[in-house]
């Protein structure tokens, strides 16, 4: 799924152009730094691993791309407050199986 990625104007009171041809951001960053941080080549990556195998767990998914556990949770929390990776909570266990919302990416510059 490709999402268009907007970075916020830096200067208070000055906005980004409203061009109707242009895709409308749904991800908001505030900066290049915080949008080259949260897309880095390994989140990237661990983004199709997720669309392409889609695990049951976050410890399977551990398992696939080769990360600590809670370094992947804690990476995983942080996409997902970006709208980028959606949680699926069980009711009846502490299982958690992390979905990939976007696996692709426009972005849009004023």
């Given at each position: 799924m490709r999402?268009?990625?907007?970075i916020?104007?830096?200067?208070?009171?000055?906005?980004?152009?409203?061009?109707a041809?242009?895709?409308?951001p749904?991800?908001?960053?505030?900066?290049w730094r915080?949008?080259?941080?949260?897309?880095?080549?390994?989140?990237r990556a661990l983004?199709?691993?997720?669309r392409?195998?889609?695990?049951?767990t976050?410890?399977?998914?551990a398992?696939w791309?080769?990360?600590?556990a809670?370094?992947?949770?804690?990476t995983?929390?942080?996409?997902?407050?970006?709208g980028?990776?959606k949680?699926?909570?069980?009711?009846d266990?502490?299982?958690?199986?992390?979905?990939?919302l976007?696996?692709?990416?426009?972005?849009?510059?004023?």
């Open positions: 999402t268009a990625i907007g916020r104007p830096a200067k208070p009171g000055r906005r980004a152009v409203n061009d041809n242009s895709p409308t749904t991800v908001w960053f505030d900066s915080q949008l080259a941080s949260l897309l880095s080549d390994e989140n983004l199709r691993l997720m392409e195998r889609q695990p049951r976050v410890l399977e998914l398992e791309s080769g990360r600590a809670s370094n992947l949770s804690r995983l929390r942080h996409l997902e407050r970006h980028l990776v949680m699926h909570r069980s009711p266990t502490r299982a958690v199986r992390p979905e990939a976007a696996t692709e990416f426009l972005i849009v510059l004023d």
